[in-house]
T-cell receptor
Framework: NAGVTQTPKFQVLKTGQSMTLQCAQD?????MYWYRQDPGMGLRLIYY???????DKGEVPNGYNVSRLNKREFSLRLESAAPSQTSVYFC???????????????FGEGSRLTVL | AQSVTQPDIHITVSEGASLELRCNYS??????LFWYVQSPGQGLQLLLK??????LVQGIKGFEAEFKRSQSSFNLRKPSVHWSDAAEYFC????????????FGTGTKLQVIP
């Protein structure tokens, strides 16, 4: 049972470099999410995709872009990394939409990003 | 907009002692409430959830939580803590229907001493 898989697990970037975090889920979920976790701030939503073909901004979208490549995959891109983007990034998914949505989020193990 | 407050940043308990982690939420309608646990270097795992019905909900690993609408609270409890319960715990509130916007609290880090 792979669940939600994120790559890479660790990455060090220099200011101004770009990179893409990959996320894939094998649970046939409709909705996918990217969160960042910073000490003392809990998890904050960066972007989400309620269903294949749609993406929307969350609380802290500045400096990020996303692509919902297909139903399984949702990537997060940093075009020009900044030290303020040093964080742990989590991808999550759930069924999404309507009465069948229990709301439970399934998380990947996280990607630790350091921007120097 | 909804919000979640976890007033305790860090809690230390002795193994075998009881535990209560506090959570207060703000949301205009009936909330969906969750508790997640995060072990070091891991993602978050759902402990339990409340949508409706019985206000005392049971979860995994012997945890329970009670929804108190009058106090806007959803506190997590465990009668006897084990060393393996040391982790960070997050309370979260979700909106109902359609896309579920889930807002997390800032977390409570639990330390268990022998």
């Amino acid at each position: 049972n792979a669940g939600v898989t994120q790559t890479p697990k660790f990455q060090v970037l220099k200011t101004g470099q770009s990179m893409t975090l990959q996320c894939a889920q094998d649970m046939n979920h409709n909705s996918m999410y990217w969160y960042r976790q910073d000490p003392g701030m809990g998890l904050r939503l960066i972007y989400y995709s309620a269903s294949e073909g749609t993406t929307d901004k969350g609380e802290v979208p500045n400096g990020y872009n996303v692509s919902r490549l297909n139903k399984r995959e949702f990537s997060l891109r940093l075009e020009s990394a900044a030290p303020s983007q040093t964080s742990v990034y989590f991808c999550a998914s759930n069924m999404g939409g309507g009465l069948v949505n229990t709301g439970e989020l399934f998380f990947g193990e996280g990607s630790r990003l350091t921007v120097l | 907009a909804q919000s979640v407050t976890q007033p305790d940043i860090h809690i230390t308990v002795s193994e075998g002692a009881s535990l209560e982690l506090r959570c207060n939420y703000s949301y205009g309608a009936t909330p969906y409430l969750f508790w997640y646990v995060q072990s070091p270097g891991q993602g978050l795992q759902l402990l339990l959830k409340y949508f409706s019905g019985d206000t005392l909900v049971q979860g995994i690993k012997g945890f329970e939580a009670e929804f108190k609408r009058s106090q806007s609270s959803f506190n997590l409890r465990k009668p006897s803590v084990h060393w393996s319960d040391a982790a960070e715990y997050f309370c979260a509130v979700g909106t109902s229907g359609g896309y579920q916007k889930v807002t997390f609290g800032t977390g409570t880090k639990l330390q268990v001493i022998p």
